[in-house]
C-alpha cells in the first residue's frame, strides 16, 4: 500500500491543518448562540490537544498496519448465527458458486453476525465487507472498549472487531483510484446513550467511557486485504467538521466531499450547517468553497444525492431541489423540482443510476432513479405535535436523464417505502429492500418520544423485496415473481450491498442512541444473503477476463464454452443463440449507508461477437471504457459476464492507472463485426477479410 499511497501523500498540501470553518465560510452574520459555543469549543480544544501518540502516515500505511489504537488484544470474533441451509461464498474452481437450498432462491437465510450494527457497509474484496457503526456500547469488544467496527469474512461467515480511533457516527465514504477505501467524518465523541463527551478534561480526545476521539474531522484509510486496519493521521483531517456528508469519486480518483453538520441534530439547522465542499486529498492552493443550494435548503440538506455526468458536472437531488453543478467552477444550473417528495435524509427515499450504455451516436445517457421517501414540508419536519411516524411514505418514482433535464414519472412501487436500499443487479435489474411504509428516519429525542415506536420513527417495515426492470414495458417494470420475505425488520441505519457471487448482504437496523436489544426494533446484528433469482442457476465462465482495463486503447476477447451458452433465464439450452444475450458488465456497489449505496454505478461494456456453429462456442470482442472517466471513475470495480441474465461471479479489476491523478486516455477501438451464422443480429458494416498475406479491408461500423 505504500507504494500506491505516495501519490496520495504528494497530492495533500503540505500544509493542511485541523481548523474549525470561521463564520464568513458558512452562512451570513448572526449566527445562533450554540453555533458560536459549538465553534469556540473545537477551536479551544483544537489549540490545546494533542496529537495521538502513534501517527500514521498515509503514504506509509500498508494493509495490516496498526491502527492509532493498538488492536492486539482484539477478542475472538462474533460468533456466527449460520443457517445450516444457506451457502457461503465459496467459487468452486469452474466458477461455480456452493447451491443453496432451492426454497431460498428469491428469499433471504440468516448467515452471520455483524459483531457490530451495521450502519455503513462496503464491499472491500472477494472475501471481506467492511462494517461501521456508530460508538455505542456493543457487546463485542476490541482492546478495552466495545467495538464499531468489523470485518466480515464471507467465506467463514464470521465478524472480527477493528479498532478504530475516532466516532464514524453517520460519516462518508468513497474509493480512491488506487483501491484505498477512505472514511470521512462523523460525530464528536460520546459517552453512554450517545451523550457527548465533556469539553474538558480531554473528553474529545479519548477520555471518555469509549475511548473514543471526536470524528467529525476524521479522515480513516484502509485498503482491503487480509489483516487491513483502518489508519487515520491527523495530518490529513479536514478542515471542518461534517457529519452526514457526501462523498464521491471523481474523475481524477480523488474524493469529492460535501455539506454536513458541524454537530448532531435530528434535521439541520442554520446555526449547524455547513454549507462548503472540498476535494481530498487537497491540491496544492486548493480550499473550501461555499454552495448555495446547501446554504438555500437547510433541513433537507444531509447526505444530498448526487450522480457524476459524462461532463464531470454532479447532478444533485438535496430536498425537493434538483441541479447540476460544475464543481469546478462552482456554477449551479437548476432543474424542476420534485414534484412529489424529498428524496435524501432524513426522507431517505430509494435512488440509483441505471444501467449505462454507448447509446448509437457514441455518447452515454445516464439516466437516475428516485422513488419512495417522504412528501413532507420543511415547515413540518420540527413542527410540533406532528407524528412523523404516522406519515405515509411516498410511492412515487420519477427519472431524470442526462440532457433532457426534466423529470419523467416511472411506474410506482409496489407501495409507498421509506428506508429503502436499491441495490444494483448484475443482470441489470434493480432490487430494492429493507425500509418501512411510513415514518421517517432517525431516532426519537425528547419532544418525539410520545409518538415513536420505542425510540424508531418509522413503523410498518417493509419484508417483502420488488425488482424494478427498466427494459419492461411501462406498467410493469415491478415485480415481485419468485420473491419472499424477510423475517428480520431493518429499518433506520439498514445496509446493503452486492457480493461478486450476485447475491446480496442485507444487515444493520438500529434506530436507537445506544445499544438496546429490548424493545420492538432492537438493535440488529444478523446478517442476511439474499439470493436472486439467478443464483442456482450454472454461471457462465469465460476465459480472458483481466485484470485491469484502460480509459480506451486495444479491445479483448472473451470465450465462451457450449456449457456457458447453454445457461440462462429466458432461454436457458439456447446454446449459440444466447450469443446475442451476452453483455460484459463493471460494477461499483458502493458504500451502503442511510438508504443510499453511494457511488454505485454500472456501465455495459461495448461488445461484438463471432460464433462458431460447429464447437457450439462464442467469442466476444469487448471494448475498453470510454474515454472518459467522469462516465465511470477510476479504481477497482467489478466485471461480470452475463449470459441471458445469469450472471459470473464477479472478478475485481483495476480501472485506468492505478493511481490519483489525471487518467491517461487511450483511443477508444472500431471492434469487428458481428459474425452469427444463426441468423442472430449480423451488426452493421463490412467485414474484414485476409487472403493469403493480401488484406483486404473495408469500412467497418460498431455492432
Known amino acids: 500500500m505504500a507504494a500506491r499511497l505516495a501519490v496520495l501523500s504528494l497530492l495533500v498540501s503540505s500544509t ?114 467492511y462494517i461501521l457503526d456508530k460508538v455505542e456500547n456493543n457487546p463485542v469488544r476490541v482492546g478495552n472498549h466495545p467495538a464499531w467496527a468489523t470485518v466480515y469474512d464471507l467465506e467463514a461467515n464470521t465478524a472480527e472487531p477493528m479498532d478504530v480511533y475516532t466516532n464514524t457516527f453517520c460519516a462518508g465514504g468513497a474509493p480512491l483510484a488506487n483501491g484505498t477505501w477512505v472514511t470521512i467524518g462523523g460525530n464528536l465523541a460520546v459517552d453512554s446513550q450517545g451523550n457527548t463527551a465533556n469539553w474538558t478534561d480531554g473528553g474529545q480526545a479519548g477520555n471518555n467511557s469509549y475511548g473514543v476521539h471526536d470524528g467529525g474531522m476524521a479522515t480513516r484509510t484502509l485498503t482491503p486485504g487480509q489483516g487491513a486496519q483502518w489508519s487515520e493521521d491527523p495530518q490529513y483531517y479536514l478542515t471542518t467538521h461534517r457529519w452526514y456528508p457526501t462523498v464521491i469519486t471523481v474523475e481524477d480518483g480523488r474524493l469529492l466531499v460535501m455539506s454536513g453538520s458541524i454537530d448532531g441534530s435530528f434535521v439541520n439547522m442554520d446555526y449547524l450547517n455547513n454549507p462548503t465542499y472540498e476535494l481530498w486529498p487537497k491540491a496544492p492552493g486548493e480550499s473550501l468553497r461555499n454552495m448555495t443550494i446547501l446554504q438555500n435548503v437547510i433541513h433537507e440538506n444531509l447526505y444530498p444525492v448526487a450522480d457524476m455526468m459524462p461532463n464531470g ?73 406532528l407524528a412523523l411516524i404516522d406519515i405515509a411514505a411516498d410511492k412515487t418514482c420519477i427519472s431524470m436523464t442526462y440532457g433532457d433535464n426534466q423529470w419523467v414519472d416511472e411506474d410506482e412501487m409496489p407501495e409507498g417505502r421509506v428506508l429503502g436500499n436499491s441495490i444494483l443487479l448484475p443482470d441489470g435489474t434493480m432490487l430494492v429492500l429493507n425500509g418501512a411504509g411510513r415514518g421517517v428516519a432517525g431516532y426519537a429525542d425528547v419532544n418525539q418520544t410520545v409518538w415513536a415506536n420505542g425510540d424508531s420513527l418509522a413503523d410498518d417495515p417493509i419484508l417483502t423485496p420488488a425488482i424494478y426492470d427498466d427494459t419492461k414495458p411501462r406498467g410493469k417494470k415491478w415485480s415481485r415473481a419468485g420473491l419472499k420475505a424477510s423475517a428480520i425488520p431493518r429499518m433506520y441505519h439498514s445496509t446493503a450491498t452486492l457480493l461478486p457471487d450476485g447475491a446480496v448482504l442485507v444487515s444493520g437496523s438500529n434506530p436507537h442512541k445506544d445499544f438496546n436489544d429490548n424493545t420492538t426494533y432492537p438493535t440488529e446484528y444478523r446478517v442476511e444473503t439474499f439470493y436472486p433469482l439467478y443464483y442456482n442457476k450454472h454461471r457462465p465462465f469465460p476465459s480472458g477476463m483481466p485484470s485491469r482495463l484502460s480509459y480506451g486503447g486495444d479491445p479483448f476477447t472473451l470465450n465462451f464454452s457450449k456449457e456457458d451458452l447453454n445457461t440462462g433465464m429466458n432461454t436457458p439450452g439456447a446454446g449459440i443463440k444466447n450469443a446475442k444475450k451476452i453483455k460484459i458488465v463493471l460494477m461499483l456497489t458502493g458504500f451502503s449507508t442511510h438508504a443510499l449505496n453511494f457511488g454505485q454505478r454500472m456501465l455495459e461494456l461495448e461488445r461484438t461477437y463471432t460464433v462458431d456453429e460447429a464447437s457450439g462456442t462464442a467469442t466476444v470482442h469487448v471494448n475498453q471504457l470510454p474515454t472518459n472517466a467522469a462516465v465511470f471513475p477510476p479504481g477497482n470495480a467489478w466485471m461480470f459476464a452475463v449470459v441471458d441474465g445469469v450472471p459470473s461471479v464477479g472478478i475485481q479489476v483495476m480501472i485506468g492507472s492505478g493511481e490519483i491523478g489525471e487518467q491517461p486516455m487511450g483511443t477508444y477501438a472500431t471492434l469487428p463485426r458481428t459474425v452469427d451464422p444463426t441468423g442472430a443480429a449480423l451488426g452493421r458494416g463490412v467485414s474484414v477479410g485476409v487472403v493469403f498475406g493480401a488484406v483486404v479491408a473495408v469500412a467497418m461500423a460498431l455492432f
Not at 53 to 63: F, M, N
Not at 84 to 109: E, K, M, N, R
Not at 339 to 348: E, I, M, Q, T
Open 16 to 129: 493542511l491543518v485541523a481548523a474549525t470553518l470561521d463564520s464568513s465560510s458558512l452562512s451570513p452574520s448572526g449566527h445562533h448562540h450554540r453555533r458560536q459555543e459549538v465553534r469556540r469549543r473545537l477551536q479551544k480544544r483544537q489549540d490545546t490537544e494533542t496529537t495521538p501518540a502513534e501517527e500514521v502516515d498515509p503514504s506509509s500505511t500498508a494493509a495490516g498496519a496498526a491502527s492509532p489504537s493498538d488492536s492486539s488484544s482484539a477478542e475472538t470474533a462474533a460468533s456466527s448465527e449460520t443457517s445450516t441451509s444457506a451457502g457461503t461464498t465459496v467459487v468452486t474452481a469452474d466458477g461455480q458458486p456452493a447451491l443453496v437450498s432451492d426454497d431460498l432462491i428469491g428469499g433471504f437465510a440468516v448467515v452471520g453476525n455483524s459483531g457490530v450494527s451495521a450502519q455503513m457497509m462496503f464491499l472491500g474484496d472477494s472475501k471481506q465487507v
Open 313 to 385: 458536472e454532479i447532478l444533485l437531488h438535496v430536498g425537493r431541489k434538483a441541479l447540476m453543478w460544475d464543481y469546478k467552477t462552482n456554477t449551479e444550473t437548476y432543474l424542476p423540482d420534485d414534484p412529489y417528495a424529498v428524496r435524501n435524509y432524513p426522507a431517505s427515499g430509494s435512488t440509483v443510476m441505471l444501467p449505462i450504455k454507448r447509446e448509437k451516436d457514441g455518447s452515454y445517457k445516464p439516466k437516475v432513479i428516485y422513488c419512495g421517501g417522504s412528501n413532507i414540508a420543511t415547515d413540518q419536519w420540527l413542527q410540533p405535535g
